[in-house]
């Protein structure tokens, strides 16, 4: 639970709107009702206020931690990713998002990585503004939970996706931007074609 306190003093306020019988006797719905009318006035009146303490985001506090697989030691600490390099950030955010989506789809239940299901995600311009190193970290994690990804993202970075992807779906536009084509072409004739680009130059 949040250390908060005007978090932990609202979740308090919100118990004690419930009747009590034990506690007011036979005046706890009218002490109830009176209660509530009082949040619901500070609510209207104190906007910043009502925003922090109605999100129940803020309602706990996260943190987790980045384990060695051969010994289990304990590489790094996340709490809020405060004080994280935007690298230590991205991954703290690509490890909990892959990790949702495949405990969203099932995929460790009854070992379905490798099954035909479907777990389809669309990453798009996720990789725009982060290195190398972190965008490799997620594609390798989207590999590993067994998620099928399709990404968007510029021609200057697909060598990033590269080793992960099969298929290309090119996407070229007019230059009145009002007719836009898709060809796929395989990753295999992707490399072709640049070797022969390669070649004449």
Same mark, same amino acid.
């Given at each position: 639970?949040?250390?908060?306190?005007?978090?932990?003093?609202?979740?308090?306020?919100?118990?004690?709107?419930?009747?009590?019988?034990?506690?007011?006797?036979?005046?706890?719905?009218?002490?109830?009702?009176?209660?509530?009318?009082?949040?619901?006035?500070?609510?209207?009146?104190?906007?910043?206020?009502?925003?922090?303490?109605?999100?129940?985001?803020?309602?706990?506090?996260?943190?987790?931690?980045?384990?060695? &697989? *051969? %010994?289990? /030691?304990?590489?790094?600490?996340?709490?809020?990713?405060?004080?994280?390099? #935007?690298? $230590?950030?991205?991954?703290?955010?690509?490890?909990?998002?892959?990790?949702?989506?495949?405990?969203?789809?099932?995929?460790?239940?009854?070992?379905?990585?490798?099954?035909?299901?479907?777990?389809?995600?669309?990453?798009?311009?996720?990789?725009? &503004? *982060? %290195?190398? /190193?972190?965008?490799?970290?997620?594609?390798?994690?989207?590999?590993?939970? #067994?998620? $099928?990804?399709?990404?968007?993202?510029?021609?200057?970075?697909?060598?990033?996706?590269?080793?992960?992807?099969?298929?290309?779906?090119?996407?070229?536009?007019?230059?009145?931007?009002?007719?836009?084509?898709?060809?796929?072409?395989?990753?295999?004739?992707?490399?072709?074609?640049?070797?022969?680009?390669?070649?004449?130059?």
């Amino acid at each position: 639970r949040t250390k908060d306190q005007q978090i932990r003093a609202f979740e308090v306020e919100l118990a004690n709107c419930f009747p009590n019988v034990n506690r007011d006797g036979d005046r706890a719905n009218e002490v109830a009702y009176l209660r509530i009318r009082d949040l619901l006035n500070r609510l209207d009146e104190e906007t910043y206020w009502a925003r922090k303490v109605t999100d129940v985001r803020n309602w706990l506090d996260f943190a987790a931690d980045e384990r060695r &697989k *051969s %010994d289990d /030691s304990q590489q790094e600490r996340y709490e809020g990713a405060s004080g994280k390099s #935007g690298g $230590q950030k991205a991954k703290l955010a690509y490890t909990i998002m892959a990790s949702a989506i495949a405990y969203q789809y099932g995929i460790f239940e009854h070992n379905r990585k490798d099954s035909k299901t479907f777990r389809f995600v669309v990453v798009d311009e996720v990789f725009s &503004k *982060s %290195d190398e /190193s972190n965008s490799r970290f997620a594609m390798d994690l989207f590999r590993e939970l #067994g998620l $099928q990804v399709l990404v968007v993202t510029p021609s200057d970075k697909i060598h990033i996706v590269e080793p992960y992807i099969g298929i290309c779906h090119w996407v070229k536009n007019n230059d009145e931007g009002n007719n836009s084509r898709v060809m796929d072409i395989t990753i295999e004739q992707l490399r072709e074609q640049r070797a022969q680009i390669g070649a004449a130059d």
